[in-house]
Structure formats: C-alpha cells, structure tokens
C-alpha cells in the first residue's frame, strides 16, 4: 500500500466512449503527475501539476484531459481514443516538484483498453 | 535528459547477493541517482537514492563510483519477491526544463531462480 489509489484497475472503452480515471493520495504530497506505459516502452511522463496548477504537459494529445480539484485528487478524463492509447496509466504524488532527492509514490496503475 | 545505460536483463538465484550496475557518463554534479523497482502488474516502487556517497537502507545498497559516472544497486540476499524491472534513473538538479524530472528508461529486467 504506497498511498496513492487509482480506480478503476481495468477499463475498456470504445473509441466514441468518454471515460475517467481517478487517482488519490493520503499522503499530504503537493506534487501529482500521470504516466503512460505502453506495452514493451518505457514510462512516459504525461503531466505535472503542483499546488493544483499544471506545471509540465509533455505534448500529449488534446484527447487526454487532465483536471487536479485539490492536491489530494487527479483526474484523466479520457474522450474519443484511439486503439494506440491502450496502455497502463499511472499516477504517483511527491512531496514537491522538482525536488532531486524527493521519492515518488506510485499506484498499481489503470490498465486501459481502447477496442 | 542525461542518459543512463543498463543492461536488459540479469538472473540470479534466491539468497544470492545480485549486483545491478547501471552508467550514467554524462551526470552532472547536482544530478541524484534513483533507483525504482516495478513488479508485474504494479507502479514502480522507490528502492534507493543518493548524490555522491554510498548509501543503505532496509531494502538494498547502492554504490557510486568516486567519479559518479556509474552506480551499482545491491539486493544482499535476493529473495523470489524482487524479481521485478530496476531502473536507474538521474534526477536533474536546478536549471533547465528537465528540472527534477524523473525519466524512466528499459531498466534491467530480473529474475530470481528457486
């Protein structure tokens, strides 16, 4: 148990479909960021937001939209995807951004279908 | 990003020490080395980090070399659980947009035999 829950674990949606994904942290972190990983890739960095304010956002496609109410939740709200989005998503938290010797806190991910 | 070059895969045998290297020629002097772990169907999990000095915690060593272009994470005694991916990872000190990013490569890939 790191901390950081992701809902649902498995989703699979059509291309027409609009769906989200959820990801808390109990931790008291000000920091949350969403990866990608794709089958046989390496861990892609999506977003960053610090304090509720995205901070980075790595050129990802407009379909992924991401929304942080508080510094405790993080919201991807997916909307017409295509079958190459169908990855692992995750999402970790940290005490801050930026912060070199600080640890992230990941969750067990959401593994996302697209048919 | 600085680049760090591990190899694919390694394999080990329960309750033997497992050495994990990993370089990384290009860090700079305020890049910290982190090491992640990911079990199947899980996140990656923080293993260990450090900036010149060699470090322990309750899960593994690592060793940095004096010149800090290579690393070694050591598992004392492996056990069945961790077999997982490790990654090493730079994590870029202040200036630059890459600051504190934490950018994952392939890792190492290990197996731990009965």
């Known amino acids: 148990e790191t901390g950081v829950t992701q809902t649902p674990r498995h989703l699979v949606m059509g291309m027409t479909n609009k769906k989200s994904l959820k990801c808390e942290q109990h931790?008291?972190?000000?920091?949350m960021y969403w990866y990608k990983q794709s089958a046989k890739k390496p861990l892609e960095l999506m977003f960053v937001y610090s304090l509720e304010e995205r901070v980075e956002n790595n050129s990802v496609p407009s379909r992924f939209s991401p929304e942080c109410p508080n510094s405790s939740h993080l919201f991807l709200h997916l909307h017409t995807l295509q079958p190459e989005d169908s990855a692992l998503y995750l999402c970790?938290?940290?005490?801050?951004?930026?912060?070199?010797?600080?640890?992230?806190?990941f969750g067990s991910g959401t593994q996302l279908s697209v048919l | 990003d600085a680049k760090t070059t591990q190899p694919n895969s390694m394999e080990s045998n329960e309750e033997e020490p497992v050495h994990l290297p990993c370089n990384h020629s290009?860090?700079?002097?305020?890049?910290?080395i982190h090491w992640y772990r990911q079990l199947p169907s899980q996140g990656p999990e923080y293993v260990i980090h450090?900036?010149?000095s060699n470090v322990n915690n309750r899960m593994a060593s690592l060793a940095i070399a004096e010149d800090r272009k290579s690393s070694t994470l050591i598992l004392h005694r492996a056990t069945l659980r961790d077999a997982a991916v490790y990654y090493c990872?730079?994590?870029?000190?202040?200036?630059?947009?890459?600051?504190?990013?934490?950018?994952f490569g392939q890792g190492t890939i290990l197996t731990v035999h009965p």
């Open positions: 931790l008291g972190h000000n920091a």
């Open positions: 290009t860090i700079s002097g305020t890049d910290y």
């Open positions: 450090g900036l010149t």
């Open positions: 990872i730079l994590r870029r000190g202040p200036g630059g947009t890459s600051y504190g990013k934490l950018t």
């Open positions: 970790a938290s940290s005490p801050s951004t930026g912060a070199t010797n600080e640890k992230l806190f």
